[in-house]
């Protein structure tokens, strides 16, 4: 078969001496039909999954090594004849893989999942930025300059966030950036550092640190590596400066000396504007330290080197007030100088317009001033007096515990209690005669310049008292051998036998019936003697009698016991003794016991006497 067009058409049964006939060609070169087909048509030099393209002078091709179709799995490889993704790009030594460009001044590659493409995500360029999107709006930006915007399409530094605070994260409210730490515990460490770079352009070495101390703890540190300043400020001012020797400066005026150069570590003077009368220094509402030529205030708090303090206040150039307190009315003439410690230590009470109130000091109830609810220290016509007004005896009180209280001068207390002392002869002292009274015009207690004491006036001094029996009428005690009996008539209820009451102070001695005991009222410990004058009715021979002290009708046999034997009937015994008897209920009552330990003969009580008297408390 020659060139040329073939005219007749090839029957079936001729396509073998076709094929025969091409098979011998070396190129076949079809005619110019602008819709050829080709069945059954094989290209022998083919591969699986060559893509054939037209090569030099139109001759079809194959590159497999650089364009290939895996059919097997829909992958397209090129530069790659592997693919493992369906479309897998390899650009060997070629930096800049693929190059995607539209008409108008955006490029974007989106993708998608099978919602709409309003809610796409993409990347590319935006004019001359780039842009990341998400939900179909821009929302990462990068400038040319290297600016990254989020929020924002126009970022005017390294990094511009612009964005909403998200609420409430955890337990409190976010900003619009957080540094999270991947672990469930506060004392994670969650820090920003800043470094500068070394010559390859990597950090090297850390400036300044904020976040989480490196401890383990929730401490925060704000710290500067460096020896240089830490600043805060306000109002674009800086108002607290951190030196980097720790020196710390007040509106740029030093007040803290770390080394104390200037003889002070914290120094307030010349802070701010201190003009005539009003502070550099304000505490509160109440106190303030004023610098003034005038009228010396303290400077403000100084530390002295060659001083045993922690802690003083001066005033610069005033030679005398080493501390001043000062009350504002208002003015230059409204400033007072109402309390001064001066040079040699001495506390004076002066303001500078003359007039003194009376109360030096004024102790109020319940932190409330009530002209008739206060305990004062008071000054008149030279003379220092304690008064209280309406006040009961608990709240009045003045209580030294553990320190004493010296006096001189004062002529009349309410009460004065005075704690444990180091020295007990100065826990109470007095120039000249002491005298405690109730106040008016009687006196109780009396301390004489040589040390004599003694009670003053009726009724005064420690519990005491006493009960007899005279002699006009004795007292029969009837005995059961081996059984105490207390001493009383129990033959009669007349009130004039048996027992009677002599002097009683703070003890009763109860009437009405077989009175015969002295009753306490005070707790503490009593000093008790007793002694007894007695006769037997036909005691026999050698009959012994015992007897002591009771209490509440119980016989004490171990204090104060004492015994007589009686020989015959013309024989009178006589028995005393002295007991010292805890009493801690303030109720205790006190009488004497006989005891016949030989027979049952009785006892006649001729004389008797019982006295006691407080030596102690309980």
């Not at 022998?44 to 079809?60: D, H, M, N, R, Y």
């Not at 004392?187 to 550092?193: G, H, L, R």
């Not at 209690?417 to 005298?435: C, K, Y």
């Not at 002295?578 to 109720?587: E, H, K, L, Q, S």
Request: some cysteine.
């Amino acid at each position: 078969m020659g060139r040329g067009r073939v005219t007749p058409p090839i029957k079936d049964n001729d396509w073998t001496s076709v094929r025969q006939a091409i098979n011998r060609l070396s190129a076949l070169i079809l005619g110019s039909e602008s819709t050829p087909t080709y069945e059954g048509l094989t290209l022998s030099g083919l591969t699986q999954g060559s893509v054939i393209f037209a090569g030099a002078s139109g001759v079809l091709s194959q590159d497999n090594s650089n364009l290939f179709w895996d059919d097997t799995n829909n992958r397209l490889g090129i530069g790659v004849n592997t693919p493992v993704y369906k479309l897998d790009v390899v650009s060997g030594t070629d930096n800049i893989v693929a190059n995607f460009e539209s008409t108008d001044a955006e490029a974007l590659i989106t993708f998608h999942d099978d919602t709409t493409i309003t809610n796409r995500t993409a990347i590319g360029a935006i004019g001359t930025r780039m842009g990341i999107f998400a939900g179909g709006s821009e929302k990462i930006s990068i400038l040319t300059g290297g600016n990254v915007g989020i929020g924002t399409v126009s970022p005017d530094s390294v990094l511009h966030i612009k964005a909403s605070v998200p609420g409430i994260v955890g337990d409190d409210y976010a900003g619009q950036l957080i540094i999270q730490s991947p672990t469930n515990d506060v004392n994670t460490s969650v820090v920003i550092t800043g470094y500068k770079s070394d010559v390859s352009g990597d950090p090297d070495v850390q400036l300044w640190y904020l976040g989480s101390s490196s401890s383990g703890d929730e401490n925060i540190i704000f710290l500067n590596r460096r020896n240089a300043n830490l600043v805060l400020g306000t109002n674009d001012t800086h108002r607290l400066t951190i030196l980097g020797n720790g020196n710390v400066l007040l509106a740029g005026s030093l007040i803290f000396d770390t080394v104390a150069t200037t003889d002070r570590q914290l120094d307030l003077s010349g802070i701010g504007v201190a003009t005539n009368f009003y502070s550099v220094l304000k505490l509160g509402t109440k106190v303030q330290g004023v610098n003034n030529d005038t009228v010396q205030f303290p400077e403000g708090f100084h530390k002295r080197t060659n001083e045993v303090v922690s802690l003083s206040l001066i005033a610069n150039a005033d030679t005398v007030s080493l501390l001043t307190f000062g009350l504002d009315h208002g003015g230059a003439t409204g400033k007072y100088r109402m309390f001064n410690i001066v040079a040699n230590g001495r506390l004076e009470w002066g303001p500078g317009n003359g007039v003194l109130d009376t109360n030096l000091y004024r102790f109020t109830t319940n932190g409330l001033k009530t002209d008739d609810d206060f305990v004062a220290l008071t000054l008149a016509n030279g003379t220092i007096s304690i008064i209280s007004a309406n006040i009961t005896s608990s709240i009045g009180e003045i209580n030294f515990d553990d320190e004493n209280l010296r006096t001189t001068g004062f002529t009349r207390f309410n009460k004065i209690r005075a704690g444990d002392q180091v020295v007990p002869t100065d826990a109470f002292e007095v120039n000249g005669v002491s005298v405690l009274g109730d106040g008016g015009t009687s006196t109780f207690l009396t301390v004489e310049t040589n040390g004599d004491t003694f009670w003053t006036g009726s009724g005064t001094g420690l519990p005491y008292a006493c009960m007899y029996v005279d002699g006009t009428q004795a007292i029969e005690v009837a005995l059961t051998s081996g059984v105490v009996a207390e001493v009383k008539d129990d033959g009669t209820t007349s009130l004039d036998d048996g027992w009677l009451g002599g002097d009683l102070n703070l003890i009763t001695f109860p009437t009405g019936g077989d009175e015969h005991y002295l009753s306490v009222t005070k707790a503490g410990f009593y000093r008790i003697q007793w002694s007894l004058s007695f006769n037997t009715a036909n005691p026999g021979a050698n009959v012994e009698i015992h007897g002591g002290v009771a209490v509440d009708g119980t016989a004490i046999r171990d204090k104060a016991e004492a015994h007589r034997t009686i020989a015959n009937n013309s024989d009178t015994g006589n028995m005393s003794g002295t007991a010292m008897i805890d009493c801690p209920n303030g109720t205790e009552q006190i009488s004497v016991w006989l005891l016949n330990t030989t027979n049952d003969a009785d006892v006649t009580v001729e004389h008797g006497n019982v006295s006691m008297v407080m030596v102690g408390g309980t």
